[in-house]
């Protein structure tokens, strides 16, 4: 089975200082796959400083891995040539989180999905570039004939993202990149906006990477979660498993934190003594060894691998230490075999 | 009653004509209490509080009554009001990020609050005060020696809070205190928050467009729509029964571990503030809009037999289930 876009052993490193001797992993040892036969949403999880953002680079191609390689359609990215490189700007398509900056005020909304269309030569005249882009533009619950002509500023920001939809899907590409896209609308359309992108899965069979801070929304439209926490994968497994029966501190300190929308199941606030951030990331061990509430020796100095610990579940913590490991990669690959024989 | 706010409106100046960002607004927070306001950007919960604070720019602000604690505030003289901030009513603003002066230490910032209402220390009784104060919020005495640049973005909030709390004002006002932080740092410093208010016995006001997160915060809740108060009640009565179609549909929208894959969103888009839009502000995108929707303008009004503090301004609430 071949994935669109694979990662394969990824660490993103980024150095500073004097010669680059301060040096920072943003990623450790990463492998993930998206598309392929079975497109699913794979939500990645993380708090600020976690690499998600990291993480939306190296897939969109924009960032290089400092070991490991980033695959396309089978083939190294770094090896692709021009036209490839342009055959991929157009099949992998990127969401931003901040639908106030991605448009240039001078051009009315349209200009950012005309340009797209001819330059990768799916439209042959403007009026035909039109037309495609009122189809995207319906497909995403826009009037076109109220949203063409109009400057970004007459929108508001919900109708400024689902025109980043719309300029995405007008590309006809097989994998989006969603990055943090609901965290900057309001509440009233945030739900709205999650429906379309599983919309664009379920009926476009798009494969979506769904980049998120917020587990409810991650629960709610993906398949498979992975929780990375400084530039390592916590835990990766279905949405099911990695909810609602967590197994690593570091997820389960996360839930925690999410409160429920009905008032009378009970939200431990506590009274904020835990005062823990992310502010001091170890050099080596977990990532998560500085706020575990169950750090042993082991975990400062010695970094988990992710243990097979479930058929469609695998957690990086010594804890949960088997015989067996696996990569993220490889449960994607176990989750999109159950879906088809699900489906079958 | 602590604060009693009523008939609050807020008017812009914009150079299309006013904007009514807030609209006859009325609340009241008895002593001691949590009051929580949600709303979507541009419902006025922001611009509700910086009225009250009288931080406004260039908005013109009409009330019939804001009464704190007994003391009527709408004829005070600015010099007045400005003895009032942090004394008597403290804000902990939206972003702690930028709200603190990046060249001066903790110290001087908070000293200046101090400085300002005339109080007086010695060198040493200040730098006690001060690091009680940040050991009150969970940070070491010492961050006050240190500069915002070497705070991490949640120490930066409770700073703010040390700062609302250093005179034991009787009202704090929240503008989202905890939504520009990561998950597990906004529970922290919302636990905070909650307990240096009881310590205080201060009511607290807090602004918010989580309503998970208010739903286990305030006593009291209201929601805002295009400026208006469209339902205020006990927050568990408003969640259990709510009366106004919006707060219903905006409970539903609520992502939550027990549902995969539905998503119920409220179709459409708020009204501008530049009209004033005839009968009820959400009639364009309430699915139970009537014609007396589209004339005439609801007033909030009882609509709970067993609580008579729930009120809601909707001709159907009775009808809402």
């Keep these: 089975m071949t994935s669109t876009i694979e990662a394969r052993n990824v ?17 450790q040892d990463l492998s993930l796959t998206v598309g392929g036969e079975s497109p699913s949403i794979t939500a990645v999880v993380g708090e600020s400083g976690s690499g998600k953002t990291t993480l939306t680079r190296l897939l969109l191609g924009f960032q290089p891995a400092t070991s490991g390689e980033v695959m396309y359609n089978g083939r190294a990215m770094s090896s692709l040539s021009p036209n490839e490189v342009k055959a991929f700007r157009r099949d992998v398509q990127a969401i931003f989180q901040d639908p106030f900056e991605v448009f240039n005020p001078f051009y009315r909304v349209e200009h950012p999905l005309v340009t797209p269309l001819r330059t990768f030569g799916l439209a042959q005249s403007k009026a035909e570039a039109i037309h495609l882009i009122e189809q995207a533009m319906e497909t995403v619950g826009l009037r076109p004939q109220e949203t063409i002509g109009k400057h970004p500023h007459q929108l508001s920001g919900g109708q400024r993202q689902r025109i980043m939809i719309a300029r995405a899907l007008a590309l006809r590409p097989s994998v989006i990149i969603a990055d943090e896209p609901v965290s900057m609308v309001d509440a009233s359309l945030r739900s709205t906006i999650l429906e379309l992108l599983w919309k664009l899965n379920r009926e476009q069979g798009i494969a979506l990477i769904y ?13 498979t979660i992975l929780v990375l926490y400084g530039g390592q994968v916590m835990e990766i497994g279905s949405a099911e498993d990695v909810i609602h029966r967590p197994r690593h501190p570091y997820t389960r300190a996360l839930i925690e934190a999410v409160p429920s929308p009905d008032p009378d199941i009970p939200w431990n606030l506590g009274d904020g003594s835990d005062t823990g ?26 970094r988990p691998p992710l243990f097979d610990t479930d058929p469609l579940r695998a957690s990086a913590c010594w804890m ?5 490991t696996t990569t993220a990669a490889e449960i994607q690959r176990r989750a999109a075999t159950a879906r088809t024989v699900a489906a079958e | 009653m602590l604060l009693d706010v009523r008939n609050l409106s807020v008017e812009y100046v914009t150079p299309k004509g006013p904007a009514y960002a807030v609209n006859d607004v009325s609340f009241s927070l008895k002593k001691g209490g949590r009051l929580g306001l949600v709303g979507e950007s541009g419902s006025g919960k922001s611009t509700t509080v910086l009225a009250l604070m009288r931080l406004l720019r260039g908005g013109r602000i009409e009330a019939e009554a804001i009464d704190l604690d007994g003391r009527e ?5 600015d010099p007045a009001y400005r003895k009032l901030r942090f004394a008597d009513m403290a804000m902990v603003p939206q972003g702690a ?6 060249v001066l230490r903790i110290s001087e910032q908070m000293g200046d609050i101090f400085d300002d209402h005339g109080v007086r220390h010695g060198r040493s009784e200040r730098r006690a005060i001060l ?6 919020v969970g940070l070491s005495a010492n961050v006050q020696d240190r500069y915002p640049h070497e705070l991490s973005g949640g120490m930066k909030q409770r700073v703010c809070i040390a ?3 250093a005179l034991g004002p009787d009202l704090i006002l929240a503008d989202e205190p905890t939504s520009a932080l990561d998950v597990m740092v906004q529970k922290q410093v919302l636990a905070t928050l909650g307990r240096v208010q009881r310590e205080l016995g201060a009511g607290i006001l807090l602004i918010g467009h989580d309503m998970a997160l208010m739903a286990h915060f305030v006593d009291d809740l209201g929601v805002m729509y295009a400026g208006r108060l469209v339902e205020t009640g006990p927050v568990r009565r408003l969640f259990a029964k709510p009366r106004h179609p919006y707060t219903k549909m905006l409970i539903d929208s609520l992502p939550s571990f027990e549902r995969r894959g539905t998503f119920k969103g409220i179709p459409g888009v708020g009204p501008s503030l530049l009209t004033r839009l005839e009968g009820c502000p959400f009639h364009p995108r309430c699915p139970m809009a009537t014609d007396i929707c589209r004339t005439k303008r609801p007033d909030p009004r009882p609509v709970d037999a067993e609580e008579p503090r729930h009120l809601a301004a909707c001709h159907l609430a009775e009808e809402v289930s």
């Design chain 1, 211 to 223: 980049v998120t801070h917020d587990l409810t929304t991650a629960y709610q439209v993906a398949e």
């Design chain 1, 277 to 302: 951030e992310v502010s001091n990331m170890p050099d080596q061990g977990c990532a998560f060894a500085t706020r575990c509430p169950h750090v042993m020796a082991k975990c400062r100095a010695q």
């Design chain 2, 131 to 136: 690091g009680d104060l940040l050991e009150r």
């Design chain 1, 320 to 324: 949960d230490e088997r015989t067996e």
């Design chain 2, 163 to 165: 700062m609302a709390i």
């Design chain 2, 97 to 102: 990020m930028s709200s603190l002066n990046p």
């Design chain 2, 73 to 77: 505030l709408t004829g005070l003289s």
């Design chain 1, 11 to 27: 660490d993103v490193v980024f150095s500073s200082g004097l010669g680059g001797r301060i040096r920072k992993a943003a990623l």
